[in-house]
């Protein structure tokens, strides 16, 4: 094996096939990735960037019925999307992420179970305004996004005002949000921006665990989330409407 790649050093020897090793790891993940997307693509309620035809449509031309868009945003591997779709076949949900391999998660998940209701769409959140016609939305679902705790990402938060103007566009007056979080930092800082825009508060959960009755809806859990309770965080819960 030395000779083989010409060095007596037995801690370089070693380092070489850690490399190797490596590359080979990270050539692997990539053909699953690719495999994934190709697999997302070819499902029939799996869109991207280049549908924005369905703006205004998706009733029509997605689920063929008039019930309720429901929106998850940040939706990762679309657990909620999934979940919220086993329990309410009267709604058409639509699980909005820019992973790819994850909303393959969500899609794959969809299609075993035989849902007719719900979808995905692998855009940035930012472009939503694109794929979405004025009062298209009767209900938004954001499900631990990233905090972006640094002060200079705060307008990257999902439920800041910048976002908050961006539903607007596409949402019925009132429509519903329901915010999700780990962070008590999201959580303070939502509560804050409610307050400023005079916004009105369904419901504010400090604490879910320690709820006497926990709501259907809010036991699904993801597998970060799993993973979170493992570590004993609090998750917290706010649903207020969004006006016009």
Request: hydrophobic share 40%; aromatic share 12%.
């Amino acid at each position: 094996m030395l000779s083989f790649f010409g060095c007596k050093d037995s801690q370089a020897v070693i380092m070489v096939i850690h490399c190797i090793f490596q590359f080979l790891c990270k050539r692997k993940m990539g053909k699953g990735k690719l495999q994934k997307f190709a697999e997302y693509n070819a499902m029939e309620h799996a869109f991207d960037a280049k549908d924005t035809h369905l703006k205004g449509k998706w009733s029509k031309e997605v689920f063929n019925n008039q019930n309720p868009i429901v929106l998850e945003l940040a939706c990762g591997r679309g657990e909620y999307s999934v979940g919220l779709a086993a329990m309410h076949s009267d709604k058409n949900f639509i699980g909005v992420d820019i992973k790819g391999a994850r909303l393959w998660k969500g899609a794959t998940q969809a299609l075993e179970r035989g849902f007719h209701n719900v979808a995905f769409l692998r855009i940035q959140i930012e472009q939503i305004e694109s794929f979405f016609e004025e009062n298209e939305v009767d209900e938004i679902w954001i499900i631990f996004p990233d905090p972006q705790p640094q002060e200079s990402r705060i307008k990257k938060r999902l439920t800041s005002p910048r976002f908050l103007d961006i539903y607007r566009k596409i949402a019925k007056h009132n429509t519903v949000i329901h915010l999700k979080t780990d962070s008590p930092l999201l959580y303070d800082y939502t509560k804050e921006v409610i307050a400023e825009q005079g916004l009105t508060v369904l419901d504010d959960i400090s604490n879910i665990n320690k709820t006497q009755t926990i709501p259907d809806y809010l036991q699904i859990q993801t597998y970060y989330e799993k993973l979170w309770l493992k570590e004993k965080r609090v998750i917290r819960f706010l649903k207020f409407e969004l006006n016009k």
